[in-house]
């Protein structure tokens, strides 16, 4: 595992770059990373993400209890408490609010994940987690059922979650299912044409190339 100030610092990139690439706005969003035996970064509520510095990161244990830092963890917290609980394996936890995505929910269309074959490869199926409540005890609900075999869930109304054994993982996957969902609207729009999944033979070799 990095050292705290490199964690931090990852973590303060991927902010700007969620910023600057209008996956997030104003305070929106949220980023995690596991930081030691019991120990969680995670950014503060209320203050925006772009304009982060290293030191303005909270320390929280896995209760979500501030160990270290000024102000209150983010109000996801829960969430990201939830998915780190059943996930050992995760380590960085990324929780933005992708305009397309976010359309995708609202529209009440599923992400068709299994009609691009580097989406399927690298991240696989991503479910919609069913409308909660933000900041409440109803959100880690919501998405128990997806946290224990997917990579990435999209929440109804309220964006996307994505994890990874990095910040920058979990980043990049968000990045890959943006630009996805354009290229899926792209479809529609050029040919009002609703892409259908790959073969399930064409699947059975991608899941291959994962083993």
């Not at 529209?107 to 994940?113: E, K, V, Y």
Request: proline share 8%; with cysteine.
């Amino acid at each position: 595992m990095l050292e705290e100030m490199e964690l931090r610092s990852e973590m303060i990139c991927v902010c700007r770059k969620l910023e600057s690439r209008g996956l997030i706005a104003a305070s929106d969003g949220n980023v995690s990373c596991r930081a030691g035996e019991g120990r969680l970064l995670i950014t503060p509520s209320g203050l925006p993400k772009g304009e982060l510095k290293e030191s303005d990161l909270l320390v929280v244990d896995l209760q979500g209890n501030r160990l270290s830092g000024e102000g209150k963890p983010s109000s996801e917290v829960r969430m990201h408490l939830a998915v780190y609980e059943k996930r050992p394996d995760v380590a960085a936890i990324v929780h933005a609010h992708p305009p397309l995505l976010t359309a995708y929910t609202l529209a009440g269309l599923p992400f068709m994940a299994d009609a691009l074959p580097e989406v399927w490869l690298t991240i696989g199926p991503v479910p919609t987690a069913p409308y909660a409540t933000p900041s409440t005890e109803e959100v880690p609900r919501a998405i128990a059922p997806y946290i224990e075999k997917h990579r990435a869930i999209l929440l109804e109304r309220h964006g996307s979650l994505t994890v990874g054994k990095s910040v920058e993982e979990a980043y990049l996957r968000l990045e890959k299912l943006e630009h996805a969902a354009k290229t899926l609207y792209y479809a529609f729009v050029l040919n009002q044409y609703h892409p259908d999944p790959l073969p399930l033979s064409a699947l059975r070799k991608l899941e291959a190339l994962k083993s």
